[in-house]
């Protein structure tokens, strides 16, 4: 029996699974390998605007401390759910092992619709969980960051209220903070700027001219939006963007600008046009070079994988691509996958940087940040690429091969206490 369950936590152990199968792994270090060192859940009470009490359920998985303190995003989210907060958290072993970060996986959030309270309501509920958490994380233990639903705001209340409990400033206890609290410059289009990076590497590996290339992006908030960004500044065609609210293609090419100037007035696309709009399942199989799915979990799946008519498929998000579909991708060599743990990797890698800064009191210029990001994630795609292709495996494979081996091999080397 487990408190894991859902199928977002299953897809999870199905990757890993297959992982492990392909390493030959043994099977008695496998569940030491693939199940979290920690789980915690927390209630969450705060007093609404209207002077009522309100509980909300908050959690925190922590997948492993073998290489160093854990690392992990914090969402608010009003369906969020354990067994997904803990696939979330074992993702991001994988993602951290792959980049060379001396971190575990992990990731927490609360259960709680942004929209639907108040910004009191939302700092009241975000130092209430920082508060029940502060005996579980630190600096060196576990250092929070934002997710889907959580900004730089939020991130700051949580370091308020930690630096005010131990009675000194702790930048370090959270990354994605604003550069005014100790964050770093690029951290915000760091994720983004990662998805472009990747992208263009594989359609040059293609032979297909970047500045010539035509892309699609599901979801636009800070990954997509930022990714959408910058590859027009690149010289790419956008012809099709969506969030949760609507969907718009547009086959010569919509108008960026504009879009993102009306997606941070309203805070979604909905109404920014009549004329373009599409069904948001369809805008995934419409053509294009590059399809960035930014938004949420298993959005490619059996039933539209084989449709799919793009040549590069770059994950923004985390666990966009069901195994089913999986299986259905690697046998159509047309489409260059380039893997969630991957491909969206340098939200991580800058809060590194961003963690690193805060330790040392010592800022570096964006410039810096962002070409120690090129380096990282040029030498991660170059390592997935040579396994790739020296295994005949599928890039998923080889990036999770990576990985998986190196949490392997430190558990391995630090052995089990008695």
């Given at each position: 029996?487990?408190?894991?369950?859902?199928?977002?936590?299953?897809?999870?152990?199905?990757?890993?699974?297959?992982?492990?199968?392909?390493?030959?792994?043994?099977?008695?270090?496998?569940?030491?390998?693939?199940?979290?060192?920690?789980?915690?859940?927390?209630?969450?009470?705060?007093?609404?605007?209207?002077?009522?009490?309100?509980?909300?359920?908050?959690?925190?998985?922590?997948?492993?401390?073998t290489?160093?303190?854990?690392?992990?995003?914090?969402?608010?989210?009003?369906?969020?759910?354990?067994g997904?907060?803990?696939?979330?958290?074992?993702?991001?072993?994988?993602?951290?092992?792959?980049?060379?970060?001396?971190?575990?996986?992990?990731?927490?959030?609360?259960?709680?619709?942004?929209?639907?309270?108040?910004?009191?309501?939302l700092?009241?509920?975000?130092?209430?969980?920082?508060?029940?958490?502060?005996?579980?994380?630190?600096?060196?233990?576990?250092?929070?960051?934002?997710?889907?639903?959580?900004?730089?705001?939020v991130?700051?209340?949580?370091?308020?209220?930690y630096?005010?409990?131990?009675?000194?400033?702790?930048?370090?206890?959270?990354?994605?903070?604003?550069?005014?609290?100790?964050?770093?410059?690029?951290?915000?289009?760091?994720?983004?700027?990662?998805?472009?990076?990747?992208?263009?590497?594989?359609?040059?590996?293609?032979?297909?001219?970047?500045?010539?290339?035509?892309?699609?992006?599901?979801?636009?908030?800070?990954?997509?939006?930022?990714?959408?960004?910058?590859?027009?500044?690149?010289?790419?065609?956008?012809?099709?963007?969506s969030?949760?609210?609507?969907?718009y293609?547009?086959?010569?090419?919509?108008?960026?600008?504009?879009?993102?100037?009306?997606?941070?007035?309203?805070?979604?696309?909905?109404?920014?046009?009549?004329?373009?709009?599409?069904?948001?399942?369809?805008?995934?199989?419409?053509?294009?070079?590059?399809?960035?799915?930014?938004?949420?979990?298993?959005?490619?799946?059996?039933?539209?994988?084989g449709?799919?008519r793009?040549?590069?498929?770059a994950?923004?998000?985390n666990?966009?691509?069901?195994?089913?579909?999986?299986?259905?991708?690697?046998?159509?060599?047309?489409?260059?996958?380039?893997?969630?743990?991957?491909?969206?990797?340098?939200?991580?890698?800058?809060?590194?940087?961003?963690?690193?800064?805060?330790?040392?009191?010592?800022?570096?210029?964006?410039?810096?940040?962002?070409?120690?990001?090129?380096?990282v994630?040029?030498?991660?795609f170059?390592?997935?690429?040579?396994r790739?292709?020296?295994?005949?495996?599928?890039?998923?494979?080889?990036?999770?091969?990576?990985?998986?081996?190196?949490?392997?091999l430190?558990k391995?080397?630090?052995?089990?206490?008695?």
């Amino acid at each position: 029996m487990s408190v894991y369950t859902g199928e977002v936590f299953e897809m999870a152990r199905t990757q890993f699974n297959r992982i492990a199968d392909q390493l030959n792994m043994p099977v008695d270090e496998r569940d030491r390998i693939f199940y979290p060192k920690r789980a915690l859940t927390v209630s969450c009470p705060i007093h609404r605007d209207d002077g009522s009490t309100m509980v909300y359920q908050g959690y925190r998985v922590q997948h492993h401390l073998t290489l160093g303190p854990t690392k992990g995003g914090t969402r608010f989210s009003n369906n969020l759910e354990i067994g997904e907060v803990a696939a979330l958290a074992i993702w991001m072993s994988w993602k951290c092992a792959l980049a060379g970060l001396p971190y575990g996986g992990a990731k927490g959030g609360v259960c709680v619709d942004p929209p639907a309270v108040s910004q009191r309501e939302l700092e009241a509920i975000s130092r209430r969980y920082m508060q029940e958490m502060i005996p579980f994380v630190g600096p060196h233990t576990d250092i929070m960051a934002p997710d889907m639903g959580t900004n730089e705001q939020v991130m700051a209340w949580f370091m308020d209220t930690y630096s005010m409990h131990v009675g000194h400033t702790v930048s370090e206890i959270v990354t994605g903070k604003p550069v005014a609290s100790g964050g770093t410059l690029g951290r915000r289009e760091a994720t983004g700027r990662s998805i472009v990076y990747l992208a263009e590497q594989a359609l040059e590996k293609l032979e297909i001219n970047p500045r010539h290339a035509t892309v699609i992006v599901q979801g636009f908030g800070n990954v997509g939006g930022y990714a959408t960004q910058i590859f027009h500044e690149h010289g790419a065609k956008v012809v099709g963007v969506s969030d949760h609210t609507a969907a718009y293609y547009n086959a010569d090419g919509l108008d960026v600008p504009a879009l993102v100037a009306y997606g941070r007035k309203h805070g979604v696309l909905k109404g920014f046009s009549t004329e373009l709009t599409i069904n948001r399942e369809k805008l995934l199989t419409q053509p294009c070079d590059v399809l960035v799915p930014a938004a949420i979990e298993r959005v490619i799946t059996e039933k539209n994988a084989g449709s799919l008519r793009c040549r590069v498929l770059a994950e923004g998000a985390n666990g966009p691509t069901t195994p089913e579909a999986d299986t259905i991708l690697d046998q159509n060599k047309d489409i260059f996958v380039i893997p969630d743990i991957l491909c969206n990797s340098g939200g991580v890698i800058v809060s590194y940087f961003e963690w690193v800064q805060d330790l040392q009191q010592f800022f570096w210029g964006e410039t810096e940040v962002n070409d120690r990001l090129a380096q990282v994630m040029g030498k991660a795609f170059a390592q997935v690429t040579a396994r790739a292709k020296a295994e005949n495996v599928s890039m998923r494979t080889a990036a999770m091969a990576i990985g998986v081996e190196k949490v392997q091999l430190a558990k391995r080397t630090r052995g089990l206490f008695p």
